[in-house]
């Protein structure tokens, strides 16, 4: 199972209450919502994930508290109608825990990570959209130079964009991490594919504007006394949270609860890697 990034802190912060309504926006393998759902008495939460076989898991890793979980498969820019259908009231707490989950990233057929080889797809949701591969193969190079410029903060983006286009048609993960890697050589600690796969990601499944949606919808489906909190492991993710947060402080319609971003201790890092880079951010609505 998923380990859950900084389990004492977010919970801590969204300081469940047993009769409350939560949502799990990013319920992942279900990891923290099973630690909201065993604080539960009649409360409630809503497990989101946009990945139906993430929800699956989920399902089966919380079947012990299955009476106090109702899952719903969908992005964050549908939360509201999840919401309006699953609880008939403003919520308690909101939890979202981003990017993708362990699971995701090593699973070769998902197409995240060139570790291994496996088809390009890299959608969360293989339900709908496009694939990587019908991203590098079908987009003209200035478009993807720019994408990968901006996306992934990668300088030598037209050098990567070239070799794509002059390589086609990709097909794996293993093909691309080769082409990009000819194309611009290691220079530091980082395989130079790393930026390319992340900004290729991050397209595919529109995740700026993703997280643009709930940081709006957010602190409207919350009651007051209602907290929201956000774990984030990109910079580029953080200071929009941070930012919107702010926004929000300033108007006087919520109170931050972090001044700063909380980070994982060095026993969590040292037990889980993975959360290296996360940062927390929470608030209360007023
Ligand atoms: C880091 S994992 C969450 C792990 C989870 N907290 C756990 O303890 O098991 C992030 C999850 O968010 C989901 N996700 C990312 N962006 C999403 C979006 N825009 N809408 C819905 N789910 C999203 C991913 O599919 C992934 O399962």
Redesign the pocket.
Known sequence: M?I??MPAEALSLLAVRSEGIYL??????????ALIAQQLSSGMVIA????PA?IEM?RQNTEEWKDRIRFHH???SQLAEAVAELANRKLDGILA?????RY?LTDPHRGFSFMSDGPLDMR?DQTTGMTAADLVNYTDEKTLADLIFQLGEERRARKVARAIVRARPIRSTLHLADVVLRAVPRTGRLHPATKTFMALRMKV?D?AS?LDH?LQIGPALLQSGGRMVVISFMSIDDRKVKERFRELGRDGRAAILTKHPLRPSEEETGRNPASRSAKLRALELN
């Open positions: 998923h859950p990034v799990d926006a990013t319920a992942g393998l279900g990891g923290h919502t989101n994930d946009c990945d993430s989920a969908g992005p964050f825990d981003l990017g993708v989950s995701q969360m499944n995740e993703e709930l």
